[in-house]
């Protein structure tokens, strides 16, 4: 009974330490929902009521970056961590 049960808690604890990233599918490379925001405009106050103070407010910045190239559906999405398989330099003769 103990050996059997010790078997489960130790094939529970190796499933828990993989976590789900088996079950991920390379959802980067789907369009996500985000991808289609749009901007809204600001808020208008209505006429009789003070507009809040917004010396102290957030400010985000323009995005003025380039789109980065589209990534090909064999690919690793970005949120993976790269290789680090490092290619050694031939010695210069």
């Given at each position: 009974?103990?050996?059997?049960?010790?078997?489960?808690?130790?094939?529970?604890?190796?499933?828990?330490?993989?976590?789900?990233?088996?079950l991920?599918?390379?959802?980067?490379h789907?369009?996500?929902?985000?991808?289609?925001?749009?901007?809204?405009?600001?808020?208008?106050?209505?006429?009789?009521?003070d507009?809040?103070?917004?010396?102290?407010?957030?400010?985000?910045?323009?995005?003025?970056?380039?789109?980065?190239?589209?990534?090909?559906?064999?690919?690793?999405?970005?949120?993976?961590?790269?290789?680090?398989?490092?290619?050694?330099?031939?010695?210069?003769?």
């Open positions: 009974m103990k050996v059997g049960l010790g078997k489960i808690l130790v094939a529970a604890l190796l499933l828990s330490l993989a976590g789900c990233h088996s991920r599918s390379s959802s980067c789907n369009v996500q929902p985000y991808t289609n925001a749009k901007n809204a405009p600001p808020l208008e106050i209505p006429p009789g009521v507009s809040p103070d917004t010396t102290n407010a957030l400010r985000i910045p323009r995005l003025d970056a380039p789109q980065p190239p589209p990534r090909k559906a064999k690919e690793p999405c970005l949120d993976e961590p790269p290789s680090y398989n490092v290619t050694k330099p031939t010695p210069q003769a």
